[in-house]
C-alpha cells in the first residue's frame, strides 16, 4: 500500500517570506498527486494536481509543486506568503484504486 | 453547484445513544467517500461507495459504525452507540469519473460524545 509522508509538523513564518513543505510518497506506479489546504475550521479545499505532463503544477492563490518522479517527491512552494496562507496543509496521492491516502499534514502559521 | 452537503454541521451527543451523520454528494459524482478527523489520527477513510455500492469498508473502526448508500444523491454513516473515543470531525467526500480523481469536501460535522 502507498504512503505518503510530510516532512514537517508544523511551520511558522512571517508574511513575505518563501514556502516549502516537502511531501514523499511510496509507490512505484502511475500516481495522481494532490495538495489540498484546510482553513481554519473548515473543509479541505483543492489546492492543486498533478496528473501527467508538465511537472511544475500551479495551483490557486499562487501556490505551485514540482513532481520529481525519481525522487518521489510533490514539494509545494510559493514564493511570498500571505497572513491568509495560515492553515493546514495536506499532501496526498492516488495509485490503482480510487482512494487518496493522506499524510499527517503541516499546519503551517504565518506571522503578519 | 452546492457542493457537497453534510448535516448536521455540529452533534452532541451522550455516549451510547445512536448518530446518524447524512451526506449529500455532487451531482453526477459516482464515488463518494467517508472520513474521520481527529487530532491524534489524522484524516482516515472510514469507508467509500462507488454507484451506491460500498467498495472498501476497511477503515471502519468496528461494528459500531455502518454506513449506507440507498441512492446516488444521499449516505449516511451510523455510530451505534456511540463513545466517547468517537468525538471527531466526519467529511464527507466526492468524486466523480471523468478522470479527474480529485475529491470534493463537505463542510463536515464536528461530533462530541460526552
Known amino acids: 500500500a502507498q504512503s505518503v509522508s510530510q516532512h514537517n509538523h508544523h511551520v511558522i513564518l512571517s508574511e513575505a517570506a518563501s514556502l516549502e513543505l516537502g511531501c514523499n510518497y511510496s509507490?512505484?506506479?502511475?500516481?495522481?498527486l494532490f495538495w489540498y489546504v484546510q482553513y481554519p475550521g473548515q473543509h479541505l479545499q483543492l489546492l492543486l494536481k498533478?496528473?501527467?505532463?508538465?511537472?511544475l503544477v500551479k495551483g490557486i492563490k499562487g501556490f505551485e509543486a514540482e513532481f520529481i518522479k525519481s525522487k518521489f517527491s510533490f514539494n509545494l512552494r510559493k514564493p511570498s506568503v500571505q497572513w491568509s496562507d495560515t492553515a493546514e496543509y495536506f499532501c496526498?496521492?492516488?495509485?490503482?484504486?480510487?482512494?487518496?491516502?493522506f499524510g499527517a499534514g503541516t499546519t503551517v502559521t504565518v506571522r503578519a | 453547484d452546492a457542493g457537497v452537503i453534510q448535516s448536521p454541521r455540529h452533534e452532541v451527543t451522550e455516549m451510547g445513544q445512536e448518530v446518524t451523520l447524512r451526506c449529500k454528494p455532487i451531482?453526477?459524482?459516482?464515488?463518494l467517500f467517508w472520513y474521520r478527523q481527529t487530532m491524534m489520527r489524522g484524516l482516515e477513510l472510514l469507508i467509500y461507495f462507488n454507484n451506491n455500492v460500498p467498495i472498501d469498508d476497511s477503515g471502519m473502526p468496528e461494528d459500531r459504525f455502518s454506513a449506507k448508500m440507498p441512492n446516488a444523491s444521499f449516505s449516511t454513516l451510523k455510530i451505534q452507540p456511540s463513545e466517547p473515543r468517537d468525538s471527531a470531525v466526519y467529511f464527507c467526500?466526492?468524486?466523480?469519473?471523468?478522470?479527474?480523481?480529485?475529491?470534493?469536501f463537505g463542510p463536515g460535522t464536528r461530533l462530541t460524545v460526552t
Open positions: 496526498a496521492v492516488k495509485s490503482d484504486d480510487y482512494k487518496l491516502s
Open positions: 509507490y512505484g506506479g502511475t500516481v495522481n
Open positions: 467526500a466526492s468524486s466523480g469519473q471523468g478522470g479527474s480523481y480529485e475529491q470534493y
Open positions: 498533478y496528473f501527467s505532463g508538465d511537472p
Open positions: 451531482s453526477g459524482h459516482d464515488y
